[in-house]
């Protein structure tokens, strides 16, 4: 097909269309949702007995912190990224606060391996965390779903490994805040473990999370 | 990068809003800093596969228009599509380059049309349309349409009736039948 002729067709097939909004405006929208989505999950499981004495803790504050940025940057490089105009660094900045995240939790393991050796650093079966993280980030995550099918497709594997990033991260962000568990290995290998483990999925299926419908004019070629 | 024009940004304004004369003036206006951009950014590629890339950005930015902000300059966003859609179809075009010859650049008078491995082709053909005739009705029309006649997805779909997600799935499946009958037939 000739270039001008495509051009009359694509310009016949114009309609108006509803701009999307700004990045920063999505990420309130989805906070909107997503924050009384795991409050609910925190308030359905009850809060842990020691929260009061936990949220005075600074290294579990540095941690819940570094977690909830990762779930904000994540969501805001998710959205980033299927905007064409939208630099690459942005898709990688989640990675920041996801080193601090691993970082904090590195530092205390790397105490607890000094002042206990290699017992104190035992991992053992912790079968909540999987599925607690994943009923915490199943609204956040539908919410990202549902906003990246009106992104471009472009950077769409990018784009659903941030957004699947940001809803995991706040569904481990909220489990800390009912589960008592604190050994530091555990967190890592458990809540760490299942935020990776769903971002990698979400990442490897990507293509199923992209609007698939066709484009309303295509070229001769399938 | 191409010197944007400044009204260039107003006229996308206007094509979000549905305005057709400043959407198709934009899109004449671009043909040429696009073809540039493609022939710097891809300097080994055809002229065929450059024209490919201009397309398949044209394509990308009229699925895009709900995208663009316009406080912000336009060619970066259309040089962004470029590079991602664009990216796509120079990765097409290097793949069917690798498996296609283009008999053009074959002499008149050679016999080359005539060697063994194309008797082997006309063998093969024949197996294909066997193998077309046995598959299902939808399957088969699809196939024949988009593959064999050419037609677009839309020129289908008028002609048969059929959607146009209806024919690409159709067309998939009978790909896929096809794969596994010519397949088991060898």
Do not use: N
């Not at chain 1, 009912?178 to 290995?185: C, G, R, V």
């Not at chain 2, 300097?43 to 316009?70: M, N």
């Not at chain 2, 470029?82 to 053009?104: L, W």
Request: glycine share 8%; charged share 20%.
């Amino acid at each position: 097909m000739e270039t001008e002729r495509l051009i009359e067709q694509l310009v016949g097939g114009l309609t108006p269309v509803h701009r999307i909004a700004r990045p920063v405006t999505r990420l309130a929208w989805w906070l909107l949702i997503s924050l009384p989505a795991a409050g609910l999950v925190v308030w359905f499981f009850g809060p842990r007995p020691d929260l009061a004495a936990r949220l005075a803790d600074r290294s579990f504050l540095i941690e819940e912190g570094a977690a909830l940025l990762t779930a904000f940057v994540g969501i805001y490089a998710a959205l980033c990224a299927g905007l064409p105009d939208q630099p690459d660094w942005k898709v990688w900045l989640p990675m920041a606060p996801m080193a601090l995240w691993f970082g904090v939790l590195g530092q205390q393991c790397l105490d607890v391996f000094l002042r206990l050796g290699p017992g104190g650093l035992q991992v053992t079966s912790d079968a909540m965390c999987l599925p607690a993280i994943a009923l915490g980030g199943l609204v956040p995550a539908i919410a990202i779903t549902v906003m990246l099918r009106r992104s471009g497709k472009v950077r769409t594997t990018h784009a659903c490994l941030c957004g699947a990033l940001g809803a995991a991260a706040l569904g481990a962000a909220a489990l800390r805040l009912y589960h008592t568990e604190d050994a530091a290995i555990m967190v890592i290998v458990w809540q760490l473990g299942s935020v990776v483990l769903f971002s990698l999925l979400a990442g490897a299926i990507a293509r199923l999370f992209a609007d698939t419908r066709p484009d309303s004019i295509s070229r001769t070629r399938l | 990068m191409a010197v944007e024009d400044p009204r260039w940004q107003e006229w996308m304004r206007a094509a979000q809003q549905g305005d057709r004369v400043l959407y198709g003036a934009l899109l004449a206006a671009v043909i040429q800093p696009l073809r540039r951009a493609a022939r710097a950014r891809w300097p080994q590629a055809d002229a065929s596969a450059l024209e490919d890339v201009v397309q398949e950005t044209l394509l990308g930015l009229h699925t895009s228009l709900h995208l663009y902000d316009p406080a912000r300059p336009f060619m970066p966003f259309l040089y962004g599509i470029m590079r991602f859609r664009g990216g796509d179809a120079m990765r097409r075009s290097r793949r069917a380059g690798a498996r296609e010859t283009p008999i053009d650049d074959v002499p008149e008078t050679s016999d080359a049309l005539t060697t063994q491995s194309d008797q082997h082709k006309g063998l093969e053909a024949g197996a294909l349309l066997a193998a077309i005739a046995r598959l299902p009705d939808g399957q088969r029309r699809a196939i024949e349409m988009t593959k064999m006649q050419g037609l677009s997805l839309e020129e289908a779909s008028t002609t048969s009736g059929m959607s146009v997600a209806a024919l690409k799935v159709a067309t998939h499946r009978g790909i896929q039948a096809l794969r596994k009958l010519l397949h088991g037939a060898v």
